[in-house]
């Protein structure tokens, strides 16, 4: 089993940014590509950004046990890990960088144990965060207030992360995200 970094937070709280840029950074690191549910969202791609099923299918994949781990996050719509992308992302000899959801990053940690270093993303308020869900302007106001109240109680969760990083400056989220890296990942070699 090799290791793995888990990387969760309310929506908005900049995670998916913060990713990107540490995928960039560190060669080792593979992206988990996450398997949904729900329909593809402004640019997003099957295959890329997540593995589009049909509701259907998905559930079709979790009764065939072909998840580490899933959850339905919002009513309708269900988000996991396929072991098939662990599997392949392990072969390859990289480290597994996860994007979940708060509730699946406790969940990965669990299973993936001492394997596994969890990120907790903080925003810098709630109030913050509206604002940056409302700044994509991919998502309805019902939408929003949804995602809003969801984030109220993750934010509850944070202590049973490994580390929690404030994200009120992104240059200064990044480099605290890598010295948390660089640490783990040491470990590993």
């Known amino acids: 089993m090799g290791k793995v970094i888990i990387f969760s937070a309310p929506s908005g709280s900049g995670k998916t940014t913060i990713v990107r840029r540490l995928l960039a950074r560190y060669p080792q690191l593979e992206f988990s590509i996450s398997a949904t549910s729900r329909a593809p969202r402004g640019e997003e791609r099957d295959g890329t950004d997540y593995y589009f099923l049909p509701q259907e299918e998905?559930?079709?994949?979790?009764?065939?046990?072909?998840?580490?781990?899933?959850?339905?996050?919002?009513?309708?719509?269900?988000?996991?890990?396929?072991?098939?992308?662990?599997?392949?992302?392990?072969?390859?000899?990289?480290?597994i960088v996860f994007d979940v959801d708060v509730l699946g990053g406790i969940n990965l940690k669990r299973i993936f144990g001492g394997d596994a270093c969890s990120v907790f993303i903080m925003p810098p308020s709630v109030e913050e965060l509206r604002r940056r869900l409302e700044g994509r302007g991919t998502d309805a106001p019902e939408v929003i207030e949804r995602r809003v109240a969801k984030a109220e109680f993750e934010l509850t969760k944070a202590p049973e992360f490994d580390h929690i990083v404030l994200n009120d400056r992104l240059e200064e989220a990044v480099e605290r995200t890598c010295a948390i890296l660089d640490a783990f990942i040491g470990e590993a070699e």
């Open 58 to 95: 998905f559930m079709r994949a979790v009764a065939e046990n072909r998840f580490v781990e899933w959850e339905e996050v919002y009513e309708g719509t269900c988000y996991g890990t396929l072991r098939s992308e662990v599997e392949r992302i392990w072969q390859r000899g990289h480290v």
